[in-house]
């Protein structure tokens, strides 16, 4: 459909509006009369048409504003729910600090572990105080050649919470 409002008034004194003009004279109405209610009459159709061409144009802008309008809000809403998670996740990170903690790509240790000695293993599960001579260089050698029993069943005496003695398996 064109633009009605880019229209042009045709040549009623054409051969095309010969026969419109035939029409509508008679022993009251002229030719030139004729050509008048042609040229009334394209107006008339022609400010009709302007009227619907405006009004479908504005349909149609209205509905691409109310498109564009829809899209801003998805995309709003759609920032604010990554906003949201991205916050749930700063704060689950807060919480989970090792569960989040980065894995660094090493190998792993083909080495021998040191091991303290079992007395200061057990001090430290108890949560007593334990000499840092355990945890030096002499004393894990000191406890690697230390044989911790002959017999798997072998038991070593501990001082409970309440300050008893108890015996436990090694």
């Not at 400010?47 to 149609?60: L, P, T, Y």
């Not at 809403?77 to 689950?92: D, G, P, T, V």
């Not at 309440?162 to 015996?167: A, D, E, V």
Request: net charge negative; proline share 5%; with cysteine.
């Amino acid at each position: 459909m064109e633009d009605p409002n880019l229209a042009i008034t045709p040549d009623f004194t054409s051969e095309d509006f010969a026969d419109a003009c035939l029409q509508l004279t008679n022993n009251v109405v002229n030719d030139e009369q004729a050509l008048r209610i042609l040229g009334t009459l394209w107006d008339i159709q022609n400010a009709k048409d302007i009227q619907r061409w405006n009004a479908h144009r504005n349909e149609a802008q209205i509905a691409r504003d109310c498109a564009e309008q829809a899209a801003e809000e998805l995309a709003q809403q759609q920032h604010c729910m990554c906003e949201e998670e991205e916050a749930i996740l700063a704060e689950e990170h807060k919480k989970n600090k090792a569960k989040y903690a980065p894995v660094p790509d090493m190998e792993v240790p083909s080495g021998p572990v040191n091991i303290p000695a079992p007395y200061a293993t057990c001090k430290l599960k108890k949560g007593e105080y334990c000499k840092l001579y355990f945890f030096t260089n002499a004393g894990l050698v000191e406890a690697e050649l230390f044989n911790t029993s002959v017999n798997n069943e072998a038991l070593t005496l501990l001082k409970s919470d309440n300050g008893q003695h108890i015996w436990v398996p090694v």
